[in-house]
């Protein structure tokens, strides 16, 4: 590694390792804030509770929004601490970019990540490495933290495979080395240089010259913003007009365009979060569990995500939905002041992971058949039926069964199967199913496909696809399923169909909505609705693992 990169690695696992500031611990000129907000520092209020960073947009030229009582902005310039001026309330203000320069990005592919306490399944994995005459790098990510007292660490060990200067570069070796060993390969960006952007920010007959960094506090009231994107990369996306709690911070991104951040405390991101994830009519013990799981979610991934982005977490699916303030509600607010500051844990310092989807389908799946990250025992595919007493390996003729009827599962309600979500069905031609294939692999004319690899619960993590070009392999439960038009889930058998002979195409007929690994949502809906408490589904869905409170 050359001395260049050397510096730059080291000086971001130092941010990685540095514990959480306090608020008056900000940074004050430019440059210090925008290094910030690209390493996972993170604040804490005065009553010791975590500020999140949410990124809500990006790659904006002009956004458009107003304060619903007179707040204060903090505009920066050069190399100077920030200028304050006062916004007057409910009066638009726009913020447009003059100039901007991009990051500069380099890539490092992983083979794969442990917890940094287990050095014991990294060496063991890395054999398999060194047996290949392939040598690995040992890098964390993560960071360690206190809360009340409490020591919390997320670091994570990452086999790195190599560094390049462009993604073409590592997408070519991945693939390779993919097509050789069958083994997933990550790519993951880290930034070089950090981007630049002017703006002007206008209201009324003021403006403001700004460098990279615009910071809005609305005090004890709220910030509208226009035109917000709702839905991305999916058929339901939109734009809509939305208010946030907390602070808006508007910072060049990787692109040098506008980013726009929402600086808030933990309870108020959750209180937006929860209702986008279950619904408000949900029992409240099922409310209290998504909760937990939420907050979970946050607290055991801060800095495992988004490295080269101005904030810790995305709104979006890819990390969990934020709907601001708009979306927040009675039940789900309780949800989340009566598991106050509560995770799980795994260990004395380490949070659990607790992943969840929508509908099971009636039985949950194994992290590593989803993920292919090494097995962790608290996240166990199992049955989520009422008469479970054992593990069920759906397999063969017992798949069949399970798929093409609808047993008794605390997933399956009136809601699940009248829009299919607990069994569904979806069928292709041949032409179709080639068409769809020529996005990444042109076999040619599909003439047969079957499953390789199945998990327990009967999801789908390997195919093999024979066309009249070449046969191909495919892994990845996601890959999969985006692969033939966004499946709901993996879960699914295949039945040839034909038309006066003569093979026409195929039937997917499948189960569950979602990845299937950790809490089922619907099934935790269940489970509440059935009298367990949100300790007891926790306890289902995530085992070996005990609940504390940190804040």
Known sequence: MSPKYRLLWTLSILYLSTLSLPTHAMAQTTQQVLRTLYSNHFQLSSKGIPKITVGLMENKRRVRFYCTQDCTAYVYRNKTSPQQVQLLANQPVTLSLQSHSKAHTRYWMTAFRVHQQHTSLWKRLAKTWKDRNISLVSRKIG?????????????MLLAVLGFYSTYREAKREATRLFTRYQTPIRIHEQLTKLPGARYVMRQGQQQWSVNRIARIDPGAGRITINRMEQGRNTRRHRFRTKSYQGEIIFAPDRHGKIAVINRLPLPTYLRGLLPAEMPAYAPLEALKAQAVCARNEILAKIGSRHHADPYLFCAHTH????????????????AVSETRGQVLMLSKTRMADTPYSAVCGGHTEHNEHVWFTPQNM???GKPDTPNATKTMSLQGATLQRWLTTSPAAYCSNRRTRRRGRFRWQKSYSITQITNLLKRRYDVGNVLDMKVTKRGVSGRAYAMKIVGDKKQILIHGELTIRKLFGNLSSSMFILRKRSVGGRLWGWQFIGGGWGHGVGMCQHGAMGRARAGHTYRKILKHYYSKTSLIRVY
């Open 143 to 155: 960071t360690v933290f206190s809360l009340n007292g409490k020591l919390l660490d997320n670091r």
């Open 319 to 334: 990390c969990q939905v934020y709907a601001g303030a708009n979306a927040t509600h009675p039940r789900t607010n309780k």
């Open 378 to 380: 608290s996240l166990r």
